[in-house]
């Protein structure tokens, strides 16, 4: 990208130079006739006695010689003026103290499992091309594979979306009868097969399999598992909201008083506990576990908790949509029930405030109405 893109050849040059002065790449090179080798091969690299001298733990046992051609050097480089990229734009943000080494990265290799082995080589080739500090905290994210019930043809990413977007009007017409087909309508169904497909993918753990089905039956806007119900649930809140505030524009209730003058013990309802300590406080904790990282261990492979905040969302819609379905939050306009009305109305702002930053987390936008 921009300056980048121009320094990619010099950084490349550089590398082959490294490639040259490397004992690892000149012990291979020495005896061995380049005429058996490939064109594009600029030598090969021992990888497995450097894996070996260095200690290095949990690389592939296979990992042996390497034909490093311009494209691996050109990965190299790429990886490289990353951490320069990053180095810069964290120096003036990060204290020192943080990173004790001199070097103010991680490098995370988030890799289908099918191309671990290939990341390693790479990870590899770096260490030996430029054995600085940031080299190595190096680790790998291993994702697991995606695979699809009875496909009667393979199936890509752009087909499984429309896909899914086409299940999902047809089971959004099924609940809601015949839809208009304007813009409003367009943008809520996709953003629900967004949604859908967002929590398919991120509600299993990372490095577990992955099995779509892609039957009509599989998506719902019933299931309590689905990206659906969790926005339909957040969809109802803004309804709620909306509603109460239309009856104070109406003059029917008074406006909501600010929290510090509420009579919070009217909340007597265990659903309603359920949800300040189930949700509302642990929240924090919930996405501080989604956004770490473990600290460094010997091996190289690393797990992070993506699939969280997808599990807390469908936890905490169903505990709302249990709590919502038996409480009666907008009650008769009787003055004696005010003070009930407001602390429950003031309980689901913040559970709603906790919807919309979960879903900020996923860059899904929540939905006012379905």
Known sequence: SGSGGSALPDTVSDLKRALGRSPCAAACEQGLGTAALPEDVICKVHLKSFVEQQGLVGYDPNLDVLLVTEGKLRSVAELQ??????????????????????????????????EEFQQQQLDLLWRILDPGAHTALQKHLVCGPVKVTNPSSPIGADQYFQLRKRQMYEASVMKYGEL???????????????????????????????????????ISTKGTKSGAFVMYNCARLATLFDTYQRAVERGTYPPLPPASELNFSCLREEGEWLLLFNYLLPFPEVLQQAAQLPAPTKGIRITANTETVCKFL???????????????????????????????LRLLGAVRDVFHSALATLHLPPLSQI
């Open 81 to 114: 003026q990353a951490v320069v990229q990053c180095m810069v734009s964290n120096s003036a943000a990060l204290p020192a103290s943080r990173f004790p080494d001199g070097s103010c990265c991680s490098i995370v290799h988030v890799v289908s499992c099918e």
């Open 180 to 218: 208009a087909q304007d813009e409003a309508w367009t943008e809520v169904i996709d953003t629900l097969a967004v949604a859908a497909i967002r929590f398919e993918m991120l509600s299993t753990a990372h490095q577990s399999q992955i099995t779509l089905d892609l039957e009509d039956s599989s």
């Open 314 to 344: 469908i936890q905490l819609s169903m505990d709302f949509s249990s709590y919502y379905n038996r409480v009666h939050v907008l009650g008769e306009p009787f003055p004696h029930l005010f003070d009930q009305m407001f602390a429950r």
